[in-house]
């Protein structure tokens, strides 16, 4: 080898030329598809502009966002005030300010000249949608019945509100500030990137953490955080906090973390064979959000957008013009299914994987079958035969409807779905069965009774939708003494003899 030493040197150096030639591009493009591109253009005048606005928003006046912004990622790339607040004359949003033309709110937009990927995911994904909830019987609840205000400081905060300007287009204090997750920006994007990455530190490890998210999935209709804090994941999540290697710049699951997974580990994060994705619904199989539950299949558009089909509806084919675009892409709710399956694998064996989506598609079902759909088909009736009006959420038991599919019933399904037992029993199956039982069907008949002086359709009605599922017998027959040996015997069965005492 030796003698052909300096031939071999000449070719050697030919050779990294070549790679480097084809590499450093796909690297680069590779890397977190962050293109640095407006770095390097960035002009002399920019960049003392940049550095002008320090002089009056630095660590002397303003501690807060100077510091945050001093120590971070984009501080040291040197992506500055000016780079994210930087506006065109003409913007709407744009007004003049010390010798530059700036923004106060900054949209996805504006992180889109160096951030494409992750705002093309975002913006096609059900998160930028959030602030379409108008129509919703949710919101005729809030703006209606509770009251505008509420709304303001309530849902927009989650779901994102929409940013009106003054006439300096200075963003008006009703509006202002709101960081939903769907906020409706003044330049026609959608969201905010500061809804998950806090301002002005725009960290990754701070988006990891679960509390992140905790900020809207929480409370009687979503409790995903407090399912998370239940399961076994979020209790390693906290005990084994340094172990988590939260702040590495990679974060793949079971590469440069197995202690336990967060929220976006499951839901965004990156493994051995999946990118990160700020599409958060791309893993998700069901919707768990409505009355009754559904299989989703996903359906991707030329045009950059996506949108929800319920299985059981015939797939459009690839190529196919459908809501003013071109379909480019199916996701079916399998293939969904299998990109969560692909996280879960990084840390559990197939067969324990198996078994939690059997346990949960069984709670599920569970779910529609034995409550939501006869209940549901129940109501329909009661308003097709004038019982009931039309409207919305006049009358207790249209109320009480709600809140067993929209709390109760979804606590259930959530706690399923991301193994919170106390969610699927107590907050959830028991008080479905609960308010079922003992508040809806008593106002059931209380509605009847009040138009016709009697019972018997709401009999009638019980007979046809909830006596023929056997899970209902024991509310038709009583709980006797047979049907307790039943039970006994049925529990014998599957725990072994004498399990009963
Ligand atoms: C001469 C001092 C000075 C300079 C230079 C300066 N600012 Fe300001 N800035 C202020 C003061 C004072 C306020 C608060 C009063 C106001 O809102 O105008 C402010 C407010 C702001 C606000 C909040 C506006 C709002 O609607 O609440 C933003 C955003 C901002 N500055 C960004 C910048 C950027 C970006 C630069 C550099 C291009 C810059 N500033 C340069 C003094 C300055
Ligand atoms: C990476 C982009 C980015 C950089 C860099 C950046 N900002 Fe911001 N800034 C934002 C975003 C996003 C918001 C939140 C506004 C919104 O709701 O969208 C914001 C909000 C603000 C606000 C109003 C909100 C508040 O908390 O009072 C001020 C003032 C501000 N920035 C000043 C600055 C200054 C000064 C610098 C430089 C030290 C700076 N920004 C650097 C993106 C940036
Ligand atoms: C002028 C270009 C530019 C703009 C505009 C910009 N960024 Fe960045 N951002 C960068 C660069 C460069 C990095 C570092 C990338 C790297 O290290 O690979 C970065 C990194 C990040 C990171 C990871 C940082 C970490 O420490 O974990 C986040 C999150 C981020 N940006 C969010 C945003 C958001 C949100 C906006 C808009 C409000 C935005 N960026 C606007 C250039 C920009
Ligand atoms: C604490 C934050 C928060 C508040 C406050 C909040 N929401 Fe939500 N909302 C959420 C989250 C998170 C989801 C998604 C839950 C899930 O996927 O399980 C959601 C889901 C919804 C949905 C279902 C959307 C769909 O695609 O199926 C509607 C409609 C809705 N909310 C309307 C409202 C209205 C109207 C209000 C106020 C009257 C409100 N929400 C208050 C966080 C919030
Ligand atoms: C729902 C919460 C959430 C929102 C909203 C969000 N991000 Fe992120 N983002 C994350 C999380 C979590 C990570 C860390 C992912 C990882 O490394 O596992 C991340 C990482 C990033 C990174 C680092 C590069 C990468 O892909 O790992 C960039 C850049 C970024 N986000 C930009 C944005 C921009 C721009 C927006 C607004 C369009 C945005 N993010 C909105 C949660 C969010
Ligand atoms: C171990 C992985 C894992 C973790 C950790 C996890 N999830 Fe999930 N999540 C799932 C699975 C699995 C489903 C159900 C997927 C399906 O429908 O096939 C789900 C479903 C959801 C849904 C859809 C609910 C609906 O109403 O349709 C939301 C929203 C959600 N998770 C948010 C969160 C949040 C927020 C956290 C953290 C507090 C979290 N998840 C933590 C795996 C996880
Ligand atoms: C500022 C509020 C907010 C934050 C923070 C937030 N979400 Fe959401 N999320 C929502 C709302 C609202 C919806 C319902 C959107 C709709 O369907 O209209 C939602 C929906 C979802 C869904 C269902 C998506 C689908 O396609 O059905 C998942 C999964 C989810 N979020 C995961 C997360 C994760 C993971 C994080 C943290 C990394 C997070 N969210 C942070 C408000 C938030
Ligand atoms: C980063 C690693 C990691 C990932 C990813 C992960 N888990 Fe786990 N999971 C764990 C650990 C560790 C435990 C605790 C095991 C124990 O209890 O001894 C656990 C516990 C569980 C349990 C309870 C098991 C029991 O015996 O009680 C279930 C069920 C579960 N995980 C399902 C899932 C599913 C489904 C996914 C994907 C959607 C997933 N996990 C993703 C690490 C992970």
């Known amino acids: 080898m030796s003698k052909h030493r300096p031939k071999s040197h000449f070719l050697w150096v030919l050779l990294c030329l070549f790679v480097w030639a084809f590499a450093a591009p796909a690297f680069a493009a590779e890397s977190g598809k962050i293109q640095a591109k407006p770095l390097v253009k960035k002009s002399a005048a920019d960049t003392a502009m940049g550095k002008k606005c320090l ?12 510091g945050e912004w001093k120590k971070s990622t984009h501080a040291a790339k040197s992506v500055d005030c000016y780079d994210c607040h930087k506006s065109k004359p003409g913007d709407k949003a744009a007004y003049e300010h010390h010798g530059a033309t700036i923004q106060t709110v900054v949209t996805p937009l504006t992180c889109a000249r160096c951030h494409q990927a992750e705002v093309a995911q975002q913006q096609r994904s ?6 379409n909830i108008l129509a919703s019987i949710d919101n005729l609840l809030g703006e209606v019945i509770g009251g505008p205000a509420a709304v303001n400081a309530g849902c927009l905060q989650c779901h994102g509100g929409t940013i009106t300007l003054d006439d300096k287009k200075r963003p008006t204090p009703q509006s202002f500030p709101n960081t939903g997750i769907g906020r409706i920006n003044t330049d026609g994007s959608l969201g905010s990137c500061s809804a998950c990455h806090a301002r002005h530190s725009f960290s990754s490890a701070q988006a990891r953490t679960p509390d992140t998210c905790g900020k809207c999935h929480m409370g009687p209709d979503h409790p995903q955080i407090e399912i998370y804090n239940e399961s076994k994941h979020g209790i390693l999540y906290r005990a084994k906090i340094d172990e988590m290697n939260l702040k590495s710049k990679k974060w793949v699951v079971g590469v440069d973390y197995t202690a336990a997974p967060t929220c976006s580990t499951c839901h965004m994060g990156a493994t051995r064979d999946q990118k990160v994705t700020h599409d958060v619904g791309e893993r998700i199989s069901w919707t768990l959000r409505p009355a009754v539950s559904t299989k989703l299949n996903m359906i991707r558009l030329a045009n950059g957008d996506e949108f929800d089909q319920p299985e059981g509806k015939a797939l459009p084919a690839i190529g196919d013009a459908i809501k003013g675009s071109t379909v480019t892409e199916i996701l079916t709710w399998e293939q969904r299914r299998d990109k969560m ?16 989506y059997k346990q949960f ?15 549901s088909a129940m109501m329909k009736e009661l308003e097709d035969k004038g019982y009931l009006s039309k409207e919305p959420m006049d009358a207790k038991i249209k109320w009480t409807w709600f809140e067993i599919w929209h709390h109760e019933g979804r606590r259930a399904r959530h706690g399923a779905s991301m193994n919170g037992p106390d969610y699927t029993w107590w907050h959830g199956i028991y008080e479905v069965a609960q308010h079922t039982y ?12 009040k138009k016709d002086g009697n019972e018997d359709f709401a009999n009638a009605l019980l007979d046809k939708y909830f006596k023929p599922i056997a899970g209902h017998d024991w509310f038709f027959n009583g709980m006797g ?17 004498g399990s009963l005492k």
């Open 481 to 497: 003494p047979k049907a307790i040996e039943e039970v006994r015997r049925g529990y014998e069965d599957r725990y072994g003899k």
């Open 126 to 131: 059900h998160h930028a949608k959030a602030g």
């Open 341 to 356: 399956q692909d996280v879960c694998a990084a840390c559990h064996s197939k067969r324990t994987i198996a078994g939690h």
């Open 438 to 449: 003992f508040k809806w069907i008593p106002e059931l008949k209380e509605v009847v009774q």
């Open 361 to 375: 598609d069984d709670v599920v079902d569970l779910y529609n079958d034995k409550y939501a759909k006869p209940i």
């Open 55 to 66: 002089s009056c928003h630095g660590a002397e006046d303003d501690p807060g966002i100077y």
